[in-house]
């Protein structure tokens, strides 16, 4: 009860709102700069993966360290309310909503907050440890949420067809993920560089690294 009571103390403290707005703000940043770049005249078309580095990025780390560091509840309000946020960004920069909301929206949705059970799932099977320890932890969970979220997703712009449709054979669907590997690369690679980033800085919110959602039902029911 007492941990729970230094928890609910600490977790609305000046430091944490800072540290989460920075956390928010870089992964905003990261996501609308290409449409950014767009507006300001350089063009980059997203089906040529050398145009831009596509989803080297913060969004799918900041999934799984916010999975295996915050409370159930805050770490899905923090996911989505991040995502939404720059998907609005996007509307607002372009002009054009499609641009920010889109028919397979909600099945992205679904794969960001399955990548953040990933997070916790790792914090549950590998337990807490150091500051390193966490970061490896995280660093193994991200390699399998990104393959779970390139997998799902590639498997769904080929069922569902997208702005560059597969035929429905297996010959299309391995057509779709062989075009998607590129995109995969850079997510393992964004895992790499912000996975250690983002638990480094989320560490920083102690005493709630030390109550992951994952460890203790009572706990997340009582925040």
Known sequence: ?????????????????????TVVCLVITAKIMPYLLGVSGWEIPV?????????????????????????RKWAVMLAVCTWLAGDVAIWLITGDVKN?????????????????????????FGGEGTQAYQTV????SGAVGATLYFL????????????????HTLSGLIEC?????PFYRNSLIGIAVYVPILTGLMHSLAPASELASAHG???TENI
């Open 177 to 181: 993920y062989t075009m998607a590997v």
């Open 137 to 140: 932890r995280n660093l193994l």
């Open 47 to 71: 089906d040529q993966s050398w145009s831009y580095f596509w989803n080297f990025s913060p969004l799918l780390p900041l999934a799984i360290v916010a999975g295996a560091t915050l409370a």
């Open 152 to 167: 799902l997703s590639n498997f769904l712009v080929w069922a569902l067809g997208s702005s560059a449709p597969y035929p």
């Open 100 to 124: 920010g909301f889109y028919p397979m929206q909600p099945a992205i949705y679904s794969l960001m907050l399955l990548t953040v059970f990933v997070g916790a799932a790792g914090v549950r």
């Open 1 to 21: 009860m007492n941990q729970v009571k230094q928890l609910s103390q600490n977790k609305f403290s000046v430091k944490n709102f800072l540290l989460l707005g």
């Open 217 to 219: 039902v009572k706990l």
